[in-house]
């Protein structure tokens, strides 16, 4: 019965091409939409993902404070009132996995003939295990180098890129400023970070081979920041409020007196931008979702246009013994044949929109099965919806009244 059914409709819907062709384009360019839109909003947020997961998972910042000269207030992190103390103290909190003090710098690197800016940073092993790094090629560095201040590094991609070229990096030794350093491994590669710093354009050298070669500070024990690891998403609230406490106490600050850190909690942010992305995701689905609406229209339009058309054929059919359930069942036949038509053509369309652009734009695209689905489900949806209303105006008509219809 069914199958009877659908070959007449799809004989009905084939009547008139154009017509048709024309009912099934809203369909086409609403379900179209909303996959290419659903595949672009997934891709930005996997993107979003990729740049958080090679931060680092459960990460804070404390940078030391901002000190004043002649009534100017410098930057965050310009002022020596951090220490490796401060880190090792920070390190046997509850809920910390990690504490990793940090000294940033700005520096020329040299190789033969070849040379390179890049951000150096002096710390220790624990930097590697706080941003989640892994090293590619090599080994680490270990306590043993930090104590003693061997010249040692570990090197981004980038940089192993621009100095070495094809060379293998590993074993040879660069020059920072004019210091020798060992290369002795190239870290993973990570990627731009979320404000679009490469991060793989980095070395990673002992912080007290830092002090000693490369630092003017007088401050020998002085650390510029520290990067601390809660140990779990439910312990970051608890570790967010102990680390202030700990400082002000350690740095015998009293109750009236501003701190002289600052603790940035880098989890907050990334998940912020992830919202973000994925409200952003949703916003587009939703806008691409109006033209279903307006494609279910469309189909309703052109099955009142039929009905009246086809007046006199149902009062036919209905004068040869159908009943009304066959009318009904009969259009709202023809109207999810219409959606069902124009869905699967808007499924390929879509398909085909999110290749193009990640073929030619080299967007990320990331394709969502579940998305496709409901697209085609939402349009015979759709159909059934708008298809009802002019089926079963065409149930109800008078055989007789029908039959006269000219």
């Known amino acids: 019965m069914l199958m009877p059914m659908l070959g007449e409709a799809w004989h009905a819907i084939g009547a008139n091409r154009m017509r048709t062709f024309l009912t099934m384009l809203g369909m086409m360019i609403g379900v179209g939409a909303v996959v290419l839109m ?9 993107a979003v993902r990729k740049q958080i997961d090679s931060m680092g998972s ?17 930057g965050g992190g310009a002022s020596s009132t951090l ?39 002096g710390s220790t092993p624990d930097y590697l295990k706080a941003r989640d790094w892994a090293i590619a090629n090599g080994d680490g560095f270990d306590e043993s180098d930090v104590q003693s201040g061997r010249r040692v590094a570990l090197i981004g991609a980038t940089v192993a890129d621009n100095l070495f070229g094809s060379d293998d990096p ?18 993973g590669r990570k990627g731009q970070s979320l404000d679009g710093r490469d991060q793989d354009d980095t ?3 002992p912080y007290t081979a830092m002090q000693r070669a490369l630092s003017n500070s007088r401050f020998r024990d002085s650390v510029r920041m520290i990067l601390v690891q809660a140990s779990s998403d439910q312990a970051m609230a608890g570790v967010e409020t102990a680390l202030p406490e700990l400082l002000r106490d350690r740095h015998r600050i009293g109750p009236e007196a501003d701190d002289d850190f600052f603790v940035n909690n880098l989890t907050a942010v990334a998940n912020s931008a992830a919202e973000t992305a994925r409200t952003m995701s949703l916003l587009l689905g939703a806008i691409a979702s109006v033209s279903l609406i307006v494609g279910g229209i469309g189909i309703m339009n052109i099955m009142l246009v039929s009905v009246t058309e086809r007046t006199r054929e149902i009062g036919i059919r209905m004068a040869i013994g ?22 699967l053509i808007g499924v390929g369309l879509g398909l085909s929109g999110a ?12 394709l969502s099965w579940d998305a496709v689905v409901i697209a085609f489900a939402i349009s015979a949806s759709t159909g059934i919806f708008f298809g009802f209303y002019p089926a079963f105006k065409a149930s109800r008509l008078d055989p007789i009244e029908a039959l006269r219809y000219q």
């Open 38 to 46: 659903q595949a672009v909003g997934a891709g930005a947020q996997a």
């Open 58 to 74: 459960h990460l804070f910042i404390v940078l030391a404070g901002s000190p004043s000269s002649g009534g100017v207030r410098m």
């Open 83 to 121: 220490t490796v103390g401060d880190a090792k103290a920070i390190r046997n909190l509850p809920g910390v996995s990690t504490a990793a003090p940090v000294i940033p710098s700005s520096q020329q690197l040299v190789y033969e003939a070849s040379n390179w800016n890049s951000q150096v940073f």
């Open 170 to 187: 590993v074993g040879k030794t660069l020059r920072i400023r004019q210091a020798p350093f060992t290369v002795i491994g190239v870290l």
């Open 203 to 205: 070395v990673i050298i």
């Open 322 to 343: 159908a009943r009304q359930r066959d009318i009904l069942m009969q259009f709202m036949s023809e109207a999810l044949m219409l959606s069902l038509t124009g869905g």
């Open 355 to 366: 290749w193009m652009i990640e073929l030619i734009w080299h967007a990320q695209i990331a």
